[in-house]
C-alpha cells in the first residue's frame, strides 16, 4: 500500500480535528483527536485508492515515496537575483548556499 502524506489542523469554528491528505486535495476526515482525523481522512483515501482499481484511474504517487534529485530551478527577477547575490556575498558564501540557508531557516 502506498504510503500518503497526512496533516491534522484543529477546526475552532467545527471544534474538531480536519485531517488532509496533500495526494488527495479534495479529501476531508474529522475527528475529535488529530488522530482520529488522520484515521478519517486515511479511510477516504484507501476508498479511492480501491475504487480506481476497476476504473482505469491512476492514483497519484506518493509525495514521500518519490526519489529526489536535490536539485531545482528557480526564476526570479533580475533585480531579486543580484539582491541575493550581493547578500550572499557580504556573507561569503555561496549563492546556493545563501539561497538554502534562506529556505532552511524558512521551515521553522
Not at 500500500?1 to 479529501?27: H, K, V
Not at 486515511?42 to 506518493?62: C, F, I, Y
Not at 529526489?68 to 526564476?75: A, D, K, L, M
Request: include cysteine; charge should be neutral; hydrophobic fraction near 35%.
Amino acid at each position: 500500500m502506498t504510503e500518503y502524506t497526512y496533516r491534522a489542523m484543529w477546526s475552532p469554528n467545527d471544534r474538531s480535528y480536519t485531517g488532509t491528505c496533500i495526494e488527495f486535495p479534495g479529501l476531508r476526515g474529522r475527528g475529535q483527536t488529530a488522530t482520529e482525523a488522520i484515521a478519517a481522512v486515511e479511510r477516504l483515501v484507501n476508498q479511492d485508492v480501491a475504487a480506481a482499481a476497476g476504473t482505469g484511474w491512476t492514483p497519484p504517487e506518493s509525495l514521500t515515496d518519490r526519489e529526489y534529485s536535490g536539485r531545482f530551478v528557480v526564476r526570479m527577477s533580475p533585480e531579486l537575483h543580484a539582491h541575493l547575490a550581493v547578500e550572499s556575498a557580504e556573507q561569503g558564501v555561496s549563492l546556493n548556499q545563501w539561497v538554502l540557508q534562506k529556505l532552511t531557516n524558512r521551515r521553522r
